[in-house]
């Protein structure tokens, strides 16, 4: 890893960011009207969360000392995640929601460490599958499971951004605003299509924000040796309390 600065944030302070975005971006989600300036300004913040944690699906597959176990434990808590992400979307504490399948297939939603088990999966794949077109074939594969996921292929696209280009950190943030870049542009557009003003998703923008937070990683995992149970142990934690609050309101 390039280390641009070895006196910035560590790898822990950066999860810290990411996780305070993600609650104030689903703070907004279920308590603050979508159209309002502040709605606005907080899911701008919120798209900090996604990319950092793409960011870090490839920094733990180069420092993992098992693949396999830090698949089997991000797929472990994607299963622990999704009654409290479906009581926090829908209200109902249930696994998947009514109408999670439409015909056979999946219309609903899973929750963001679905994703993120499967970008770990692509990335790996991208490095241990030596033909071309299989590796790319098991990409495509893997970005079709994502559809019904949080984030669905897109996740999938920038943990291979940054892992492709990891080792230097200007080339990963560059390759990665195309991404982003690329990201808004289809948000907008379907939006579009869907009957929605198109500048409804320029909030979407805010996944650049992560830009100048992650060129300040210095490398370093940083924080207590336990450390890394606390974004697992938050995301399904706080997405009950908040549907709880949510449930409580009159």
């Known amino acids: 890893m390039e280390n641009i600065r070895p006196d910035g944030l ?31 300004a907080m899911h701008l913040i919120g798209r900090i969360t996604a990319p950092t944690l793409c960011f870090f699906i490839a920094e733990g597959y180069a420092h993992t000392r098992s693949v396999r176990r830090y698949a089997l434990r991000l797929g472990a808590f994607a299963v622990i995640s999704q009654a409290p992400f479906t009581f926090f979307e829908t209200g109902k504490f249930q696994f998947f929601p009514d109408n999670f399948l439409e015909n056979g297939i999946p219309a609903g939603s899973v929750n963001v460490i679905y994703t993120l088990f499967l970008s770990l999966l692509a990335v790996w794949a991208w490095d241990s599958i030596r033909s071309r077109p299989l590796r790319l074939l098991a990409v495509a594969g893997l970005c079709i499971l994502a559809l019904p996921g949080d984030w669905m292929y897109f996740d999938i696209l920038f943990s291979l951004a940054f892992w492709v280009y990891r080792g230097n950190l200007r ?11 690329g990201t808004v542009a289809l948000m907008c557009m379907a939006a579009s299509l869907s009957g929605q003003p198109a500048y409804s998703q320029l909030f979407q923008a805010g996944l650049f924000l992560c830009i100048p937070i992650l060129l300040r990683y210095n490398g370093r995992r940083g924080g207590a040796k336990n450390e890394k149970w606390a974004f697992y142990l ?13 449930a409580l309101e009159i």
């Open 10 to 40: 560590t790898g822990v302070q950066i999860k810290r960011i990411a996780m305070a975005a993600m609650l104030i971006d689903h703070i907004a989600w279920t308590f603050v009207p979508f159209g309002t300036a502040a709605g606005q």
């Open 234 to 246: 938050f995301y399904p934690a706080h997405l009950a309390v908040i549907g709880g609050l949510a």
């Open 171 to 181: 080339l990963q943030m560059k390759r990665f605003a195309v991404f982003a870049a």
